[in-house]
């Protein structure tokens, strides 16, 4: 079973702003991320109960190479991506959207 992949608002935005900060960075660079935001999506649709629960039920899907993380919920046939967050930004932001 595949499972849909629907965003937050601010999580598509914030996905969109790291590909481009990446893009002002190195030439092709924002590519590679991406790739890296495309292998976790397939994971995501395929199999979101691989990922660690670290609040509840939202569960947290680390990028290999960059330093993001996805955090999302598994709502019957789709996954909710509530934030796509710099690692080093403060975790309350996220949090308030989960609620």
């Known amino acids: 079973m595949a499972y849909r992949l ?3 608002p601010e999580a598509e935005a914030e996905l969109d702003e790291a590909i481009a900060w990446y893009q002002l ?6 590519r590679e991320c991406f790739e890296d935001y495309l292998t976790l999506e397939n994971r ?3 199999d979101p109960h691989q990922f660690p629960a ?3 039920d939202i569960r947290r899907a680390n990028f290999r190479r960059f330093p993001y993380s996805i955090f999302f919920e ?3 046939a789709a996954v909710f991506i509530l934030a796509v967050f710099h690692q080093s930004r403060n975790p309350e932001e996220w ?3 989960a609620l």
């Open 44 to 46: 995501l649709e395929h």
């Open 6 to 8: 629907d965003f937050h």
């Open 95 to 97: 949090k308030k959207r």
């Open 25 to 30: 960075q190195r030439d092709g660079l924002e």
């Open 54 to 56: 670290i609040l509840d």
């Open 74 to 76: 598994q709502e019957q």
